[in-house]
């Protein structure tokens, strides 16, 4: 498996941007995914947003385990934030917890605007990695489709505004951290698919995830795949291309194709509810 390392120069470029904007909110709302969430939390924003009041949104929560998703919230709860669950895509339910948990973020600053006389929207930026679904959870609190969204890493480019009933916020690129010192949640990061594509190494990735279903979620993985042997990860990989008829002249498995249709499977949650990090791994982690 080929070292992962992915910083376009455009980030370089958002991050200043960014850094620029912080003065103009009253908090951030860093989104992460709900089955990677100490990969997809980027200790680089957290330094650029500095004391202001953050809501880690733990997103996609439809497609990742539950009960690691609830140890991951109280775990950030426990470092100083306030975290939420939800899943974007249902937006009327995910617009009233975000909502919700924003106010209470900053509620000690509403009550001291209400004893001035000051009645305005609260302002927060909208950060975190690419693909964890920052866009999707703004036209959810819009309630319609304002910012532009896409199932790949990179989408936005760009800053926006966007008013919402009560908020305004701020969309902005998704930024990685210039290099990767942990290659096990990089790898998170391209299963996801918080990585363009066009770098990764879709064989050995899809080795590499095997590994870890195969550890965590065994049965989930027999059942999606037929699967008997799990006593490697190319015999799991073979088992793949075996189910979904990926056989090409002379009875070979198509690898390649095996390889990109399990990350598929797995981004779109074929396989199961899968979070793929253990908040007892990552204590103090988000402090």
């Known amino acids: 498996m080929k070292h992962i390392q992915w ?24 989104v992460l995914d709900a089955r990677a969430p100490a990969a997809t939390f980027n ?7 500095g004391a202001k009041p953050a809501l880690y949104i733990l997103n996609k929560a439809d497609l990742a385990d539950g009960g690691k998703t609830d140890t991951f919230v109280t775990e950030i709860n426990q470092s100083g934030a306030l975290a939420v ?7 009327s339910s995910a617009a009233k917890q975000i909502g919700a948990k924003a106010l209470e973020l900053l509620r000690e600053k509403r009550e001291r605007d209400a004893a001035k006389g000051i ?7 909208v950060a975190g990695i690419p693909n964890t679904g920052k866009s999707t959870i703004i036209n959810a609190l819009s309630g319609q489709k304002r910012a532009i969204t896409g199932d790949r890493a990179g989408v936005t480019r760009g800053k926006q505004w966007i008013r919402c009933a009560g908020f305004e916020l701020l969309d902005t690129p998704g930024t990685m951290p210039p ?21 990764l190494d879709f064989y050995g990735l899809s080795l590499e995830l095997l590994r870890e279903l195969a550890a965590g979620y065994p049965s989930l993985l027999k059942e999606r795949y ?22 090409v002249r002379g ?9 990109r249709a399990l990350i598929d499977d797995f981004r779109k949650g074929r396989i199961g509810k899968i979070t793929l990090e253990s908040a007892a791994d990552y204590s103090g982690f988000f402090a």
């Open 7 to 30: 910083f376009p120069g455009h980030m370089t470029k958002a991050m200043r941007m960014m850094e620029e904007c912080v003065p103009l909110v009253d908090g951030v709302m860093v």
């Open 43 to 49: 200790k680089k924003l957290k330094k650029l947003f």
């Open 85 to 91: 669950k939800c899943a974007a895509a249902q937006a």
């Open 119 to 125: 009645v305005r929207p609260l302002k927060f930026m």
């Open 179 to 199: 290099s990767f010192e942990n290659q096990t949640l990089a790898q998170h990061l391209a299963y996801i698919g918080s990585i363009n594509d066009d770098i």
């Open 226 to 247: 037929a699967l008997e042997d799990l006593s490697s990860p190319a015999a799991m990989l073979g088992g793949v291309c075996k189910r979904r008829g990926f056989i």
């Open 251 to 259: 009875g070979e498995y198509d690898f390649e194709r095996g390889a």
